[in-house]
């Protein structure tokens, strides 16, 4: 009840301000004249010396029918199951101060109760780019860097899950730079944990890539990552990742308690546009040694993924060449754009203590309509391959299909 009052706080301050700032922007003297946009569906207050504020967020709701694999660990048979939830829902604020200064913070909203998903400061000064402190995502992998409202497909590739840094460290501080067609990204991240002795554990994170134009509307990207992890002595490690479909509760591969002190992790990126057309793929590595003790093993993450779109009404998908990763899609028509997809994904989970090797692979088909520029429905098949996942017994494989679909606003 507690958070619900002081989301509820924020929520109305930020609306006080907004309305505020939209009644007296008439009233402005001429040393600061205000603009206020609503395009988007957002709110955007921008004034001449550089300052900006804008209110926006995304909600993404979703259906999945599932069996196999993926009923097997949740339900007491395999029959064909359904689950839906909201995804996300999420408010942003952002802005600037002077030209030199941004920020951004954002929650997730899920059955009353909010947490924190990002929150940075960036001092944008120098002249190689931009410092960040604060949380956010680590620079690794272009899937991983692309917003979650642009990516093809409904969920991210699995084997992210299975390494680490998927998702949003609590704290870490980076330097973004870019030199056209060049774009580099490091980070030193705190885990928010502790050794035995008190000191505290840590990643480091950097990524280097570039665009390099083939044509108009069409160019190549090309990127690689490393990152290391101390985790601390002994410390226990989970491998587990839902295999695409969100909404099931237990997870189809999910191992418990390995103990680890330490990871290396490496990433390979390549994408190429021509026009409508656009062809991803990625390779990631992770080496994890083993700590002491029960429990203990080395183990290793090897898996990539090779996807195709093709945008049918003729559009080209968004790209930020500043940070190497793709965007939105603007349709030209008033029906909106139709995009088509294909992926297929092969990964594996070597716990070198245990006789056979975990793996699996999953082709994913589907299209997306981008109804307007806001409003986003998505449509995937998947069809997956397991061998020695959690519900086998060792050198037994198990299938799964799954029907998975989303509808997004964005503002």
């Given at each position: 009840m507690r958070r619900n009052l002081q989301l509820l706080?924020?929520?109305?301050?930020?609306?006080?301000?907004?309305?505020?700032?939209?009644?007296?922007?008439?009233?402005?003297?001429s040393k600061e004249e205000l603009k206020i946009s609503t395009t988007g569906g957002g709110i955007k207050i921008k004034s001449n010396n550089g300052n900006s504020f804008a209110l926006g967020g995304r909600i993404m709701y979703d259906y999945d029918s599932y069996d196999g694999v993926w009923s097997e660990v949740n339900h007491d048979d395999d029959d064909t199951a359904t689950e839906?939830?909201?995804?996300?829902?999420?408010?942003?604020?952002?802005?600037?101060?002077?030209?030199?200064?941004?920020?951004?913070?954002?929650?997730?909203?899920?059955?009353?109760?909010?947490?924190?998903?990002?929150?940075?400061?960036?001092?944008?000064?120098?002249?190689?780019?931009?410092?960040?402190?604060?949380?956010?995502?680590?620079?690794?992998?272009?899937?991983e860097l692309t917003s979650s409202k642009w990516i093809s497909t409904i969920e991210r590739s699995p084997t992210p899950e299975l390494g680490f840094l998927a998702g949003k460290p609590s704290f870490q501080f980076a330097l973004h730079g870019h030199s056209k067609p060049m774009f580099w990204q490091a980070a030193l991240i705190d885990e928010d944990k502790e050794d035995d002795d008190g000191s505290d554990a840590y990643s480091i994170a950097a990524r280097v890539g570039g665009h390099f134009a083939l044509g108009e509307d069409s160019f190549m990207h090309l990127?690689?990552?490393?990152?290391?992890?101390?985790?601390?002595?002994?410390?226990?490690?989970?491998?587990?990742?839902?295999?695409?479909?969100?909404?099931?509760?237990?997870?189809?591969?999910?191992?418990?308690?390995?103990?680890?002190?330490d990871a290396d992790q490496y990433g390979l990126e390549a994408a190429a546009v021509f026009g409508p057309l656009s062809l991803q793929g990625e390779y990631r590595s992770a080496d994890f040694d083993a700590g002491d003790g029960a429990g203990a093993s080395d183990v290793d993450v090897d898996g990539y993924y090779l996807q195709a779109?093709?945008?049918?009404?003729?559009?080209?998908?968004?790209?930020?060449?500043k940070s190497g990763k793709f965007d939105k899609v603007k349709p030209k028509g008033k029906h909106g754009a139709i995009e088509l997809i294909a992926k297929y994904e092969d990964g594996e989970l070597d716990i070198k203590t245990r006789d056979d090797e975990i793996e699996y692979d999953l082709l994913t088909v589907g299209m997306n309509w981008y109804a307007t520029k806001n409003v986003k429905f998505m449509l995937n098949y998947l069809d997956a391959d397991t061998d020695n996942a959690n519900t086998l017994a060792s050198g037994d494989e198990e299938d799964g299909q799954a029907v998975s679909f989303r509808a997004q606003y964005v503002f």
């Open positions: 706080g924020v929520i109305s301050m930020v609306a006080l301000f907004c309305s505020t700032s939209a009644v007296f922007a008439g009233a402005v003297t839906s939830e909201f995804r996300r829902t999420r408010m942003t604020l952002k802005g600037t101060s002077g030209k030199n200064w941004a920020y951004k913070f954002t929650v997730d909203i899920d059955e009353g109760e909010a947490e924190m998903d990002t929150a940075y400061i960036a001092y944008k000064g120098f002249s190689f780019g931009k410092a960040m402190v604060g949380r956010f995502k680590a620079p690794f992998g272009l899937e990127a690689g990552s490393f990152a290391s992890r101390d985790f601390g002595d002994d410390h226990k490690q989970r491998f587990r990742t839902r295999l695409g479909v969100h909404t099931i509760g237990s997870r189809p591969i999910d191992v418990k308690d390995i103990v680890v002190d779109s093709y945008l049918v009404t003729g559009e080209t998908r968004g790209y930020k060449g």
